[in-house]
């Protein structure tokens, strides 16, 4: 059993930064891929990021990339989303996922309870 812990969420400007950290429980974190998602009010969940086990390989919505940075640190059990040139369209309730697989399409193991982004224009 994994727990996810997500933080660093807020309001922001538009242009502005963030970075969410997602701490995860257990011993065997650095076994899990890991994502973050995210819901807007009204809209489905959509894909952000999502980084492997050994950050080997990383992937990035197209409405994010350049902007957003998905890491992790296997040692401190924690993954990050560090958040530049925020817009409005971001503002959503934001998610971080962890499994053996963390697909575009929102399948993973465990799920995190989320952290509120809004961002003011």
């Known amino acids: 059993q994994v727990q996810l812990v997500e933080s660093g969420g807020g309001l922001v400007q538009a242009g502005g930064s963030l970075r969410l950290s997602c701490a995860a429980s257990g011993r065997t974190f650095s076994s899990y891929a890991m994502g973050w998602f995210r819901r807007a009010p009204g809209t489905e969940r959509e894909f952000v990021a999502h980084?492997?086990?050994?950050?080997?390989?990383?992937a990035y919505a197209d409405s994010v990339k350049g902007r957003f940075t998905i890491s992790r640190d296997n040692a401190k059990n924690t993954v990050y989303l560090q958040m530049n040139s925020l817009k409005p369209e971001d503002t959503a309730v934001y998610y971080c996922?962890?499994?053996?697989?963390?697909?575009?399409?929102?399948?993973?193991?465990?799920w995190g309870q989320g952290t509120q982004v809004t961002v003011s224009s």
């Open positions: 980084i492997s086990q050994n950050s080997g390989i990383t």
């Open positions: 996922a962890a499994g053996l697989v963390v697909t575009t399409r929102g399948r993973a193991d465990y």
